[in-house]
Each structure stands twice: as C-alpha cells, then as structure tokens.
T-cell receptor, first 116, second 116 residues
Framework: AQSVTQLGSHVSVSEGALVLLRCNYSSSVPPYLFWYVQYPNQGLQLLLKYTSAATLVKGINGFEAEFKKSETSFHLTKPSAHMSDAAEYFCAVRMNYGGSQGNLIFGKGTKLSVKP | KAGVTQTPRYLIKTRGQQVTLSCSPISGHRSVSWYQQTPGQGLQFLFEYFSETQRNKGNFPGRFSGRQFSNSRSEMNVSTLELGDSALYLC???????????????FGPGTRLLVL
C-alpha cells in the first residue's frame, strides 16, 4: 500500500532562514506528488505538484520541491521564510491506475512556525 | 471562477443524530471527493463521486454515505453520530478526465462538525 511519511510534526525556523520540510513516499512506481498548505480554520491550498516533466517543481509563494526517485523523496523548500508562511503543510501522493487516478493519500502534516 | 463551497461551515450535533453536509464544486468540475481531518488520524479519504456514481471509497463504516447530483453538487451523510465523528470534513473537486493528465484536487474550507 502507498504511504507518505513527513519527518517532523513541528518545524521552527527564523524569519529569513531556509525552510525544509521533508516528505518520503513508498511506492514501487513513482506516483503523482503534491504539497498542500493549510492555514488555521481554512481548507487546503495547493502549493505545487509533481508532473514528471521536471524533477524540480516550482510552486506558489516561493516554494519549490525536488523529486528524487532514488530516495523516494519530495522535500519542500523555500530559501527565505516569511512570517506568513506559518501554517501546516501536507505532502500527498496519488496513484495512477492506468489512467484512472486514485484518491489522495496524505502525510500527517508538518506545522511550520516562523520566529521573528 | 468561484472556488469550492461547503455548507454549513460549523455544526454541532449530539450522539445518535444524523447530519448532512453539502459541497458545491468549482464550475465545470465533475468529480467530488470527501476527506475527514482529525488531530489523531490526520486526513483520510472518505469517498469520491463522478457523474453521480461513487467511484472510490475509503475505509469508513457504512454510517458514512454520500451522493452526487446531476449538477455535480455533492452531499455526505453521517448517521448515528458518534463522538469520534467530530472532525473537519473537507470536500475537493477536480475536472477528472480519462486521460493521463495529473488532475489537481481543489479543496473547500471544510465543515467543522462537533458531536457532543
């Protein structure tokens, strides 16, 4: 069965510092990969998705993620954290069953805190 | 284009009651998926509807059901509510083609259900 592991339920960085949120997936076939962000009392907003066109994916708000097949990882990074980045981040995978796409499987989430 | 809307946003029920939640997808989107989010279990897939048919179902008891109407709007119903059903229920819509393009699920703000 597919699964997603997000290392670190809480990550704290200083404003202006590098943000690195880790995500590893388990699958024999590279799945579709997504990062979502959730602000308090809101739904999920898509940050970026892996489409297999390029291993380095750029998303909104300055975030990017690199797909590494050999490491089965899809870590999320941002060069310089901003106070507004404080939120919970979810990595998700979605399988492609020969053209029929399965449901999203989410990691447990990582809460990002940004210190002034 | 309007986003995914969910009603009501907040709901308080007592054990044993039943509840119906509503989701209106983005215009033109034909697939609606439902997820349950709790602090303990995280985000879990409930079911997906496409063209008024349930296409996929998560591992939830039969008390959880749903349906989709011809205009793609969807409802989910939970009967005989239990305390553990307290959660944020998120609805997501996508266009859903039969091709190989990676479809993005767009989430609504959720309905927060509290069972007393």
């Amino acid at each position: 069965a597919q699964s997603v592991t997000q290392l670190g339920s809480h990550v704290s960085v200083s404003e202006g510092a590098l943000v690195l949120l880790r995500c590893n997936y388990s699958s024999s076939v590279p799945p579709y990969l997504f990062w979502y962000v959730q602000y308090p009392n809101q739904g999920l907003q898509l940050l970026l998705k892996y489409t297999s066109a390029a291993t380095l994916v750029k998303g909104i708000n300055g975030f990017e993620a690199e797909f590494k097949k050999s490491e089965t990882s899809f870590h999320l990074t941002k060069p310089s954290a901003h106070m507004s980045d404080a939120a919970e981040y979810f990595c998700a995978v979605r399988m492609n069953y020969g053209g029929s796409q399965g449901n999203l499987i989410f990691g447990k989430g990582t809460k990002l805190s940004v210190k002034p | 284009k309007a986003g995914v809307t969910q009603t009501p946003r907040y709901l308080i029920k007592t054990r044993g009651q039943q509840v119906t939640l509503s989701c209106s997808p983005i215009s033109g989107h034909r697939s609606v998926s439902w997820y349950q989010q709790t602090p303990g279990q995280g985000l879990q897939f409930l079911f997906e509807y496409f063209s008024e048919t349930q296409r996929n179902k998560g591992n939830f008891p039969g008390r959880f059901s749903g349906r989709q109407f011809s205009n793609s709007r969807s409802e989910m119903n939970v009967s005989t509510l239990e305390l553990g059903d307290s959660a944020l229920y998120l609805c997501a819509s996508s266009y859903r083609t039969s091709g190989l393009s990676i479809e993005t699920q767009y989430f609504g703000p959720g309905t927060r259900l509290l069972v007393l």
